[in-house]
């Protein structure tokens, strides 16, 4: 162990840049996006990811202006506590840790049953091993490590879906297999709006998960080359990613497949055989269409596991810095490494994996707990970027200071609460409409165990809100 227990800024430009590319690509893209389509039909479909694109627009600026000027690991919970109230700052923290923490060992079971694609008759849990061993070691070595294998990883799901809008924008104008299919499919039947407004919220989390790992550019700025040019880069790309890799691709598969295809939902349960990409390159007569597809969803679980692993270890070792965690957690390697941080987070996947094998039923709870994860996350960091910026104002800083300011301030971040606040609140409404309680403590369950963090913390430590005069808005920590 090193005794400066400092991480080490070995990330360069290009890979905090394809990190937060490659964080916006994943498989809600590639399996979940066509379900959006039947349940709204195309219109309501570029609706909820327009809405859902803008909301992550204005989140990713406010931690844009917050990760500059204080580029820190584990940024948005140290932001929670410094600029809100520490308490919650401890249940952020420890809520994003252990939604990671999950999301691996879900991400490696997912790895396997894609592996099994192609070897159907062998264990899926030797696979599983296999990738979790792969994940702890790219973490072991040294953050570059990371950084490097997420860049190629990122470059391929790029290129996948770069290829797919070239081949479907050039069958919707007539230029490949066949005449022009062109716009018909926005207009067929209910088409473009099926279901009206409810059926856009409904589907607004679907789309709101697709942009999940987002965020992951805030943890990354503590340990970049150059925070104050690599984090704005990524930021200010944010915008035209959201529109090329999600937007353009909603439309191209409304244009090339009915809302009132069945497979747009077999997909969504993960028949990779009849994703919306897929269908679309069958089209286009590539043959073994499913088996690229398998390949590059399999990148995509991959890229999450190892990400989730990072970004999880990085945050429990924040949470120990400021000593909301056991002090252990906080040391690191001569590398930079959090091993002992990492090595828990590690054992918590793996224990959760056991659960899907021997306790099914513990295993879906601890799923479900970890699904609201990322929208609350969200919440913390619009509420840290209000409160830092009326803090800064009122303590007589100029906006001039800052390294890089977001734009629409204070709408941005109120527009984005608020849209987090539908998306949590919308979830299940079904379960309220039929007082299902089970189904609303298997929706919900994420809420209450941040408030027990929250309550609990501040009633042991009596801790209050920040008044914004003694709200420290240094860049240093």
């Not at 959006?36 to 990811?49: D, M, R, T, W």
Request: proline share 4%.
């Amino acid at each position: 162990m090193a005794k400066n227990n400092q991480v080490q800024r070995k990330l360069k430009t290009r890979h905090v840049t394809m990190i937060a590319l490659g964080g916006c690509i994943g498989t809600g893209l590639f399996m979940t996006s066509g379900s959006i389509i039947a349940k709204a039909g195309p219109g309501g479909g570029l609706v909820a990811y327009i809405a859902m694109g803008l909301m992550v627009y204005f989140l990713m600026t406010s931690l844009g202006e917050l990760a500059t000027n204080l580029p820190i690991s584990g940024s948005f919970a140290a932001y929670n506590a410094r600029y809100v109230d520490p308490a919650l700052g401890f249940a952020m923290g420890w809520n994003y840790w252990f939604n990671w923490a999950i999301t691996v060992a879900i991400d490696i079971s997912t790895a396997a049953l894609l592996i099994q694609y192609w070897l159907p008759q062998t264990p899926g849990w030797i696979w599983s091993l296999i990738i979790l061993i792969l994940i702890f070691t790219i973490n072991a070595f040294s953050v570059s490590a990371f950084g490097e294998t997420e860049y190629w990883l990122s470059i391929i799901k790029v290129v996948t879906v770069i290829i797919f809008l070239i081949i479907g924008l050039a069958m919707i104008v007539g230029i490949l297999n066949g005449p022009a299919v062109g716009l018909r499919n926005f207009t067929y039947k209910k088409a473009p709006f099926v279901g009206g407004i409810p059926a856009i919220i409904n589907v607004f989390l679907i789309a709101g998960f697709s942009f999940q790992g987002t965020e992951l550019i805030g943890v990354t700025a503590g340990e970049s080359e150059n925070p104050e040019k690599a984090v704005p880069k990524a930021i200010n790309d944010v915008f035209w990613r959201i529109l090329l890799f999600y937007i353009l691709s909603i439309f191209v598969i409304a244009a090339l497949i009915p809302y009132t295809s069945p497979n747009l939902l077999r997909a969504a349960n993960g028949n990779i055989a009849v994703s919306p990409f897929t269908l679309v390159f069958k089209r286009a007569g590539l043959a073994f269409a499913a088996s690229l597809m398998n390949a590059v969803v399999l990148t995509a679980v991959l890229s999450s596991a190892n990400s989730g692993a990072y970004a999880s270890t990085r945050m429990l070792y924040s949470l120990a810095q400021d000593h909301y965690a056991p002090r252990i957690f906080g040391q690191t390697t001569r590398h930079g490494i959090p091993f002992v941080a990492l090595l828990a987070t590690i054992l918590v996947s793996l224990a959760t994996f056991a659960t899907s094998i021997f306790g099914q039923k513990i295993y879906m709870w601890l799923v479900a707990a970890s699904g609201l994860t990322g929208f609350i996350a969200w919440i913390g960091i619009a509420l840290s970027h209000f409160r830092f910026r009326r803090a800064f104002i009122k303590q007589g800083h100029q906006l001039s200071e800052l390294k890089y300011h977001a734009k629409l301030f204070p709408l941005g971040p109120i527009i984005a609460l608020i849209l987090c606040l539908v998306v949590i609140g919308g979830q299940n409404i079904d379960a309220f409409i039929h007082w299902d309680w089970q189904q609303i403590g298997v929706t919900y369950i994420g809420i209450p165990l941040v408030l027990i963090l929250y309550l609990g913390y501040k009633w042991k430590h009596h801790t209050k809100i920040i008044p914004l005069e003694e709200v420290d808005v240094s860049p240093e920590r």
